[in-house]
């Protein structure tokens, strides 16, 4: 079955630097575009970044510049590297893959950044 497992989430300052992973399985990971979402605190949640089977990305305005998204397709993982942090990036992150007519996500992993 797809399982999608983050990591790498934790507390940083305003200013800091976090990379996130996502190991994935299940699936045709080559194959599938992947994406991260977020959802803050009484927020709905909200794309962050998406990259393709063919490595192309898209950002939400909010991180371009400042968050890039990767793929390793021989470990089956996505990553986020997060940069220049703000206080408004706390949220909970998500991975997702959209595959066989529906999205599977991950149980998210929390990213806190202190002011």
């Known amino acids: 079955q797809v399982q999608l497992v983050e990591s790498g989430g934790g507390l940083v300052q305003a200013g800091g630097s976090l990379r996130l992973s996502c190991a994935a399985s299940?699936?045709?990971?080559?194959?599938?575009?992947m994406s991260w979402y977020r959802q803050a605190p009484g927020k709905e949640r909200e794309s962050v970044a998406t990259i393709s089977a063919d490595s192309n990305t898209k950002y939400t305005d909010s991180v371009k510049g400042r968050f890039i998204i990767s793929r390793d397709n021989t470990k089956n993982t996505v990553y986020l590297y997060m940069k220049n942090l703000k206080p408004e990036d706390l949220a909970v992150y998500y991975c997702?893959?959209?595959?066989?007519?529906?999205?599977?996500w991950g149980q998210g992993t929390q990213v806190t950044v202190s002011s």
């Open positions: 299940g699936f045709p990971f080559r194959r599938a575009a």
């Open positions: 997702i893959v959209h595959y066989i007519g529906r999205d599977y």
